[in-house]
């Protein structure tokens, strides 16, 4: 029985590696190692939603007892993760009801450390923070001052669940009893997003934002935008191609609220951006 065991072990583990990554937690054997400090507040609970991305029987809930931007979430990377200094790491998130953005510090240098502050990391790609589960995505980086993660090991994952705090002062979403919830914590060895929405997700940026009336889209390199779609966190369509006027696009007659904008370039390339109107 202990050869089979063996034999099954180093199976996955080859399967592991032959799919480039490798999941630092899923929650669903207890608390393997989740701290967290400076007002954040954790338990593994059951999924709120079993269905879409993520259909595993546990998660990790996290809250705030405060709007502290640096409230954190530590989860240990167990074994102690090697990165050579020629290799490029992304850090794999599924998230529900995340209604701000998460950011993670990659640099601490010990299991117990908490990272630096050039060390935050935000997600390269958006989110909707609807009733479903979406991936984030967060390159693994770290400050040229950071000494012992430059040596090529990553301890731990130090999470600010809502790191918007850290731009502007707005109150946090998760104090006063908001919850948002991760999964499937995984180091992937490429990033799995599409290289040409990727791109254009870099190119592409909404002001103001939040909006009271009128937005505008600025672009870099020439892309040329060829559709807008803006969609309510429902999932519901509300406009297409929104009127222009002077370069800028009106939304007066939409309510307040989070809206996610679709944007389509001449080359098919396709991203989504947050809109608040206030």
């Known amino acids: 029985m202990k050869k089979i065991t063996l034999l099954n072990l180093l199976f996955a583990l080859c399967a592991f590696t032959g799919f480039g990554q490798t999941m630092v937690d899923d ?16 338990t593994i609970v059951a999924n709120p939603n079993s269905s879409g991305l993520n259909t595993t029987a546990n998660c990790l809930e996290i809250t705030h007892t405060n709007a502290n931007w640096y409230a954190l979430t530590r989860i240990n990377v167990n074994p102690d993760l090697s990165i050579g200094p020629a290799e490029s790491k992304y850090l794999s998130v599924l998230v529900y009801n995340l209604d701000t953005d998460m950011a993670c510090r990659f640099d601490a240098d010990s299991d117990s450390g908490n990272g630096s502050n050039p060390g935050v990391i935000r997600a390269i790609n958006d989110h909707s923070g609807a009733d479903a589960w979406e991936q984030i995505i967060i390159p693994i980086e ?26 502007n002062a707005n109150t946090s979403p998760l104090e006063g009893g908001g919850k948002i919830y991760i999964d499937e914590i995984q180091v992937l060895d490429s990033n799995p997003l599409s290289t040409s929405d990727f791109e254009l997700s870099k190119k592409i940026s909404l002001y103001p934002n939040p909006v009271q009336s009128h937005f505008s889209i600025q672009t870099k390199n020439g892309v040329e935008i060829s559709k807008i779609s803006i969609y309510n966190t429902l999932g519901a369509k509300v406009a297409v191609n929104p ?25 098919g390339a396709v991203t989504t951006k947050r809109l608040l109107k206030q």
């Open 243 to 267: 009127v222009l006027v002077g370069n800028k696009y009106d939304i007066s007659s939409l309510a307040s609220g989070m809206y996610l904008v679709k944007i389509s370039d001449d080359k």
């Open 142 to 167: 770290f400050p040229r001052d950071a000494g012992t993660f430059s040596l090529g090991t990553l301890y731990t994952l130090v999470f600010h669940a809502d790191i918007k705090d850290f731009i």
């Open 27 to 42: 929650f669903e054997s207890g608390n393997g190692g989740v701290e967290v400090a400076f007002g954040a507040a954790s």
